[in-house]
């Protein structure tokens, strides 16, 4: 009776022996695997950091401001010679994860455009500005260009890009039309011209901050985005 009592524990204790041993033999196969699938994709995005570092180093050397639609951090900026003279929350509204990450690789295209200029501009709706007559005076007492006066605020206006890219900014400011004429040209225009279909992203702004961005936003605008992680 004696033995009989111990053979089953020790067969137990044999059994639990051999499947820890087994568990830690594929432990190490695995681990490997899966530093091996981690090592492989921080290596791809080294090199898509890489390439958009020295994108960013090549617009810094310049002398011209350049705007970054940084994605990753939900900022938009605006740049020179590597310093942000200008930013403000990527506050982007009416578009799912999908439609932003649509938005980056059209951008993007494969890698082969990490640095786009900005085509065009259009503003479909502001508040009323200051009387062109009224400003030619001021900006003559004060030596100014009048134009540099302006204080035409955006309610609505879109940034575009070629392929299709389109940056959308709305404000809360009241406004009316610029030109019901120019804004159904403009929308025609752009329905013909797009081969490619669009891609666009809608971003909220405060009605000065939105002011600024428009001013600054010139054609031909260099533009670097940085994607999602």
Known sequence: MPHKTYRFPIAACGLLLALSLSCRQNEPRQSADQAAEDRKWNREQAQVDYELVQAEL????????????????????????????????????????????????????????????????????????????????????????????????????????????????????????????????????????KPFGESYIVVKMSPDEALTLYRASRPGLPTLIYPPR
Do not use: C
């Open 58 to 193: 090549r617009l810094a050397k310049s002398t011209k401001p350049y705007m970054v639609l940084d994605v990753h951090n939900k900022e938009l900026l605006l740049k020179l010679k590597g310093a942000v003279v200008w930013g403000y929350p990527m506050d982007i509204a009416e578009a799912d994860s999908e439609d932003v990450l649509n938005f980056v690789e059209r951008f993007l295209g494969n890698r082969k455009h990490l640095i786009r200029p900005l085509a065009e501009k259009h503003l479909f709706s502001a508040s009323e500005k200051t009387p062109d007559s009224i400003l030619a005076i001021v900006g003559e007492a004060v030596n100014v260009n009048p134009d540099l006066l302006q204080r035409l605020v955006p309610q609505r206006f879109q940034l575009l890009w070629n392929h299709g890219l389109i940056l959308e900014v709305r404000t809360d400011a009241p406004g009316k039309s610029t030109s019901r004429f120019k804004n159904t040209f403009f929308e025609v225009r752009r329905a013909l011209q």
